[in-house]
C-alpha cells in the first residue's frame, strides 16, 4: 500500500486554484500597482485642508470704567453669538460673493470654536487645498468683524463704548486634515488584496479550459 508524499494533494485530486510562479509573480505585480494607485488615488481626491484664525473679544473703556464683573459676563454670551454667525446669510452671503463660491458652500465650510475659559474664539475653515482654506478663513474673518463694528454703528453705540473684535492669530496655509494614513492604507490593502485575488482565480479558470 502506498501513500502520498507529505505536502501533496493525494493522487487523483486535484487544488481548487493552482498557482504557477509566472502566474504569481504577475498578481503580485499588479496587486501592487493596484494597491499603489488606490492609495495615491484616496490621497489626492479627498484631500481636506484647514485654516484658522484667532479672535479676541474686548470692550476695553466699558471693562476698565464698570467695577463689576457685569461687562466680562456680557462679553462671554457675545462670543458664542458672534462665533454662530458663521454659519448664516450675515457672514456667509457676503464671503460667498467675495470668494466666487454659493453661500450654503461658506456655511458649511466654517466652523467656530469657543474656548469656555477664555475671551477668544476660533474661526476655523476647510477647503479643498491650502489656498483655499486659507482664503476662507481670512475672508469670514475680516467679514465678521466688520459685521460687529457696523452693527453697533449702526444703532449709535460711539466708537469708544464699542465692543471690538481683534484678530490675534492670522491664518496660514491650511494644513491637511483628511484623509488620515490609516484610511489611504486601508485603500491601498484592499485594492491589492482584491486585484491580486481576482488576477489568480481569473488565470487558474482560464487554464482550466485550456
Known sequence: ?????????????????????????????????????????????????????VLLIDQPTVIATTPSDAPLTKLQALRYQYAGLLRTDVIGAPVGRQ?????????????????PSSFTF???????????????????????????????????VQAIDRVVLTEVTTPTQGTKIAPGLTKTLASGVIAFIVVGVAFVIIADLLRRRR
Open 1 to 53: 500500500m502506498t501513500s502520498d508524499a507529505p505536502g501533496r494533494p493525494p493522487a487523483g485530486r486535484r487544488l481548487p486554484i493552482e498557482v504557477s510562479a509566472v502566474t504569481a509573480i504577475l498578481a503580485l505585480a499588479l496587486a501592487i500597482m493596484a494597491g499603489a494607485g488606490a492609495a495615491v488615488y484616496q490621497q489626492s481626491t479627498g484631500a481636506s485642508y484647514q485654516s484658522y484664525s
Open 99 to 115: 470668494l466666487g463660491v454659493p453661500t450654503a458652500q461658506v456655511e458649511s465650510h466654517l466652523t467656530a470654536l469657543v474656548d
Open 122 to 156: 476660533d474661526i476655523v475653515a476647510r477647503g479643498a487645498d491650502p489656498s483655499s482654506s486659507n482664503k476662507l478663513a481670512q475672508a469670514a474673518t475680516e467679514e465678521l468683524i466688520h459685521y460687529v463694528r457696523q452693527q453697533q454703528a449702526n444703532i449709535g
